[in-house]
């Protein structure tokens, strides 16, 4: 099986990956009442910046260009988050919301990482791998809110 994506596509879809998601947080927690699904978005907030760290450092060292995500495509995000909790911001909404954009991140990294398998960087595997068990892990927790 030959190399699909390259290494320097890898990275700059992580970053996009965890920009994507600090960007939906902040636009969804301004709609959370409830404490503990609150302190969990939060916490997630958190791992989201590390690996965005992370990404941009390794961008840095191989001369990878990344980009924020575009305007229009947080827009879509934003008005989709507004209008998916207009009329219910119960903790189990905004898990569900949040778990739909985990697992969309899980298929697009997971594939990322099936199409960049031979010959992938091993600091960006490896940076990959995390952010994949880390989003696998904020689907188990978030599936809690259900």
């Given at each position: 099986m030959e190399k699909k994506k390259s290494d320097s596509e890898i990275v700059a879809e992580i970053y996009r990956n965890a920009q994507l998601a600090l960007e939906s947080i902040?636009?969804?927690?301004?709609?959370?009442?409830?404490?503990?699904?609150?302190?969990?978005?939060?916490?997630e907030?958190?791992?989201?910046?590390?690996?965005?760290?992370k990404a941009a450092?390794?961008?840095?060292?191989?001369?990878?260009?990344?980009?924020?995500?575009?305007p229009i495509k947080k827009a879509m995000m934003w008005s989709a988050i507004k209008m998916g909790t207009a009329n219910d911001n119960s903790s189990q909404n905004i898990a569900q919301m949040m778990i739909r954009g985990t697992v969309n991140g899980i298929t697009s990294l997971k594939t990322s990482l099936t199409d960049g398998a031979n010959g992938m960087d091993a600091e960006v595997k490896k940076l990959l791998n995390e952010l994949i068990k880390i989003e696998e892990g904020f689907e188990k927790k978030l599936k809690t809110f259900l």
């Open positions: 902040s636009d969804i927690i301004t709609e959370v009442e409830d404490g503990d699904i609150r302190e969990e978005i939060m916490r907030h958190e791992e989201y910046e590390k690996i965005c760290s450092a390794l961008a840095l060292k191989y001369n990878i260009d990344v980009k924020e995500p575009s």
